[in-house]
């Protein structure tokens, strides 16, 4: 990310704004960080000072330590930091989601984090930012990775359900718990039966509500009777895939809801019975969009196919596009996450 300008510049703790001595997602400890959201891998533990959307607040309590030094903003609320103008746009990736726009003198800066151009019914939908330097990932920057719309995935979703309470069987959706979960809880029909949530789920969802989120009716599997014979979907993160809790469930289908379910044999690798593409990530069209709309020069690429995705930016729009390293990639943090969460469950008591 070499040079003239040194309003943003990548150091060996992430993404770093001199003029207001701040981090954007550091991977290490800082003083003063800004998060685009509350998954692992944006948002790490022992930063003094974090600075983030306000719906992401009590997630990021509740991964991070509730006593965390956290101040909030809203979409479009300027804030100053030595000048620096700072204003957060929504990212559309999960609730909380942010795209981070830097200011200073002329020279504009967006960090949009991960997201997606599709209104979910969820997250408030991605806003291109207009700038002269735009950091965009890249997890699907692949041609063949293009989502179909949200609205057909709930029908077939549903109709898989459908057929299995038909039978008297029940399903279990494997599902991360920041994001994913919420986006499957508000797509299912619950006239076909009770949904039931790990407690890993069950926690955030509780984070989520308690500041004005609502994904219908749930209930924690600790909360089960007879009925989960009967037709019953449960939501579990993929790393609770061989918990004990499940395997109370008598016959069940699994599924599991991600971009990489696009790709022919990732359902027979995971052993599921179902795969549904639903992707939090922009796919190839929206990527190229949201580039096309920031208008601006300076691209720098992230995660997944990032070479690829820059290299045709490059030679295809003719931008200055060009590869950025970074520490972890979505999916893995993201696991990171439902683990650490299940953990606190079980301290708490809950039901793994």
């Not at 965009?136 to 949200?150: A, I, K, M």
């Not at 590869?323 to 650490?340: H, R, Y």
Request: charged share 25%; hydrophobic share 40%; with cysteine.
């Amino acid at each position: 990310m070499a040079r003239k300008s040194a309003l943003l510049i990548l150091t060996d703790k992430g993404y770093y704004c001199p003029q207001a001595d701040l981090y954007i997602d550091p991977w290490r400890k800082v003083d003063k960080a800004l998060l685009t959201h509350a998954h692992a891998d944006h948002a790490r533990p022992g930063m003094k000072h974090y600075l983030a959307h306000k719906d992401s607040e009590n997630v990021l309590r509740l991964r991070l330590g509730a006593s965390i030094s956290l101040q909030t903003l809203e979409y479009g609320q300027p804030l100053i930091m030595n000048g620096v103008e700072i204003t957060l746009f929504p990212a559309g990736h999960v609730p909380g989601s942010a795209q981070a726009r830097l200011s200073y003198k002329g020279e504009t800066w967006v960090v949009s984090g991960d997201y997606k151009l599709e209104d979910d019914g969820l997250s408030p939908a991605f806003e291109p930012v207009r700038c002269q330097h735009f950091i965009t990932e890249s997890t699907f920057g692949l041609p063949v990775y293009r989502w179909r719309p949200q609205s057909q995935v709930a029908e077939e979703l549903n109709a898989w359900w459908r057929g299995l309470a038909e039978r008297g069987e029940n399903g279990v959706i494997s599902a991360y718990s920041l994001g994913k979960a919420q986006r499957v809880l508000k797509l299912l029909d619950r006239s076909i039966g009770e949904v039931y949530c790990h407690s890993a789920i069950a926690q955030t969802n509780r984070a989520l509500e308690s500041q004005g989120f609502a994904f219908g009716p749930w209930k924690a599997m600790s909360e089960a009777g007879a009925e989960r014979q009967r037709g019953a979907l449960v939501i579990a993160p993929p790393a609770a895939s061989g918990a004990v809790a499940l395997k109370k469930w008598g016959d069940y289908e699994t599924a599991h809801c991600s971009g990489w379910m696009n790709m022919r044999g990732q359902r027979r690798w995971g052993n599921l019975d179902r795969g549904f593409v639903l992707s939090d990530h922009a796919d190839w069209t929206s990527l190229n969009k949201a580039v096309e709309a920031t208008g601006a020069e300076n691209i720098y690429v992230t995660h997944g196919f990032s070479a690829a995705f820059a290299r045709y930016l490059r030679e295809e729009k003719g931008l200055n596009a060009q590869t950025v390293k970074t520490m972890f990639s979505g999916d893995d943090a993201a696991e990171d996450l439902d683990k650490a969460l299940m953990m606190q469950a079980e301290k708490a008591g809950g039901e793994s």
